[in-house]
T-cell receptor
C-alpha cells in the first residue's frame, strides 16, 4: 500500500517563529488532507489540498502531486498551535480511505 | 449545521466482551469511515460505508464489523475484545460518490479501554 512519511517527527519552536512541515507519499493520490489533533484527540481540518496552494490566515499549504509531496507552513506560531499535525491521503483506486502519516508533534513555547 | 457526533465518549470493557460505538454523520454527508488510533500513532482506516454498503476495508479482522443506516448514521461493532483493541475510535463523514470520497470531517472520538 501507499507509504506516507512526515517530517520532522518533533518540532519545538518559540512563539512567533515560522515552520514548515513536510509530507511525502509514494503513489498518486485523489485526496490529501492536513489535520491538527488537539490534546483531547479531536482532528481539526486544516486543508483539503490534493494539488495546488491554499492559505488560511497564518497557515498555508502546497501540494505538488507530480512530485508526491505536500508542505504545511505555519507563520508567527502561537502556543495554541501546539499539538500533532497529520497528513492523510487517499489513493487512486485504493481500498483504504485516508492513509495517515505518523504525524509531526509541534510544541510552541511562550 | 451539526457536525459529526460520536457516542459514548469513553467506555471500559473487559476482554472477551462485545462493544458497539455510534456515529452520526454531518448533515448532507452520505459516507462514513471508521478509524482506530492507538496511543502515539496516526489513525488507521478500519472501513467505510457509502449509502449503507461497505466501500473499502483496512487490515482489520472480521470481528470488526459495521452498519450504516438510511439516515447515514453508523455503528462500529467489535466482538471478542482484546487488550490491543484499547484505542481512540474516530468516525469521519464526507460526501461520496461511488469509488471515492471527498473531504472527511471527524467526530470527537470514543476512547475504549479494554481490561
Amino acid at each position: 500500500g501507499i507509504q506516507v512519511e512526515q517530517s520532522p517527527p518533533d518540532l519545538i519552536l518559540q512563539e512567533g517563529a515560522n515552520s514548515t512541515l513536510r509530507c511525502n507519499f509514494s503513489d498518486s493520490v485523489n485526496n490529501l488532507q492536513w489535520f491538527h489533533q488537539n490534546p483531547w484527540g479531536q482532528l481539526i481540518n486544516l486543508f483539503y489540498i490534493p494539488s495546488g496552494t491554499k492559505q488560511n490566515g497564518r497557515l498555508s499549504a502546497t501540494t505538488v502531486a507530480t512530485e508526491r509531496y505536500s508542505l504545511l507552513y505555519i507563520s508567527s506560531s502561537q502556543t495554541t498551535d501546539s499539538g500533532v499535525y497529520f497528513c492523510a491521503v487517499e489513493t487512486q483506486g485504493g481500498s483504504e480511505k485516508l492513509v495517515f502519516g505518523k504525524g509531526t508533534k509541534l510544541t510552541v513555547n511562550p | 449545521e451539526t457536525g459529526v457526533t460520536q457516542s459514548p465518549t469513553h467506555l471500559i470493557k473487559t476482554r472477551g466482551q462485545q462493544v458497539t460505538l455510534r456515529c452520526s454523520s454531518q448533515s448532507g454527508h452520505n459516507t462514513v469511515s471508521w478509524y482506530q488510533q492507538a496511543l502515539g500513532q496516526g489513525p488507521q482506516f478500519i472501513f467505510q460505508y457509502y449509502r449503507e454498503e461497505e466501500n473499502g476495508r483496512g487490515n482489520f479482522p472480521p470481528r470488526f464489523s459495521g452498519l450504516q443506516f438510511p439516515n447515514y448514521s453508523s455503528e462500529l461493532n467489535v466482538n471478542a475484545l482484546e487488550l490491543d483493541d484499547s484505542a481512540l475510535y474516530l468516525c469521519a463523514s464526507s460526501v461520496g460518490l461511488a469509488g471515492r470520497s471527498y473531504e472527511q470531517y471527524f467526530g470527537p472520538g470514543t476512547r475504549l479501554t479494554v481490561t
